[in-house]
């Protein structure tokens, strides 16, 4: 914001410059031809700096090639992740996977990630588990053969836009927690970063609406 202000003051005062310039020649000609070529080159300027000043504002750097673009965070290797700011509040994504997975996931995969005797704990799992083979097994479920001989099996949600809308939410979430960055806390307890308006849009996109 800073730059695109100096950016509409300086027009003016470069443009008398220039304009100074020319009458100094003598040639109306030439005053015409130096303002018009001026004016161009300023707006040019001009307009390359407020295009900076939107993609800074869009996507800040973070540490550890960590970005934030469109209210989402992504790592270094443009997979989405978690953040909690110098403020405690954490993310939307990671705000709102937790709240949905108490929604969705809890019934079972317990409360928090930790598991129970129906699915594995995934705040364990997503401690080896990558963001592909996440989405491979929440859109197309799988099944697990135990060393007593049954079988776990994970039903696949990909039709079920509650879920699929939201998976890089649970991810976010779960993956948080895998990394000991969010504690056992629920949503309620959490502060939270204002959802974007590109992420309103884009579940608005995902449920048809």
Known sequence: M???????????????????????????????????QSTT???KVASRDIHLAATDADASKLADGKYKEDGKYFDKNDEPTYNKNDKDQWDWLSFNGNRRYHAECH????????????APALAESLKAMTYDQFREVVTNGRSVKQTDGSSNVMPSFGTNKNVMCF????????K??????????????????????????????????
């Open 2 to 36: 800073m730059r695109v202000l100096f950016t509409r003051v300086g027009l003016v005062s470069l443009l008398v410059m220039s304009l100074n310039s020319s009458v100094q020649a003598g040639s109306l000609d030439k005053v015409v031809s130096h303002a018009s």
């Open 41 to 43: 080159k300023i707006f």
């Open 107 to 118: 019934v079972c995969h317990g409360p928090l990630g930790l598991g129970s005797s129906f």
């Open 167 to 174: 998976i890089d939410d649970f991810y976010v979430y779960l």
């Open 176 to 209: 948080a927690r895998a990394d000991g960055a969010m504690g056992p806390v629920f949503h309620r307890n959490l502060k939270k970063e204002a959802k974007s308006k590109e992420i309103r849009e884009e579940e608005s996109d995902c449920f048809g609406d």
